[in-house]
């Protein structure tokens, strides 16, 4: 999943992003309301933990514009503004949660949880693939029945393969969604990843889910459910 905090606090957004991402999230941040809003534009996050009092334009006029653009993306509104007014406007322009600050880590993120545990529209929590079985909530995975223990960027990847199942990702769109934007490191990452992924997921079982498109990237899907 891929969380935005939008927060010109730096130390406040770097302790949320540490937090998170320990918490298996990527995690970016934006230190203007512009900047949130161009962002929010360019990657469809699972979930932005925006802050009201923002330079550039107020976190209630971004949360306004997105929710006018249509976006169902979770927004919990964080801020040093404590009138009930306040909390009102922002409710009632779209956002899901409120949290006022200061705050503990722990209740930002069992709130985050359980904003993230609402399912987008028509989708449960559990994505299975085949005989594979995704819990966006517990982050458990098993396959036939039996559960695979994965490390947090084998589970954010298969996450994100298995959340555009069929579907042709490339190394970039992998890249952008399961890697933050801190990430610098090797081009192919995402190659080595998916090949620890394969020896969990798929060498112990006869049926591949997950393929290679030559020159493209990568999907996941149950070849069998193809039509010929
Ligand atoms: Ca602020």
Redesign the pocket.
Known sequence: MRLLIA???RKVADVVARGLRSERFAVDIAGDGPTAWRMMNEVEYDLVIL?L??PGMSGTEVLRRLRKKGSSTAVLVLTARAATADKVENLELGADDYLTKPFAFAELLARVRALLRRPPAGRGHVVRVGDLEIDRLTQQVRRAGKKIELTSKEYSLLEYLSSNPGRVLTRTMIMEHVWDESFEGLTNIVDVYVRHLRSKVDDPFEQKLIRTIRGAGYSLGDDSEDPA
């Open positions: 927060e010109d606090e802050d009092l923002l």
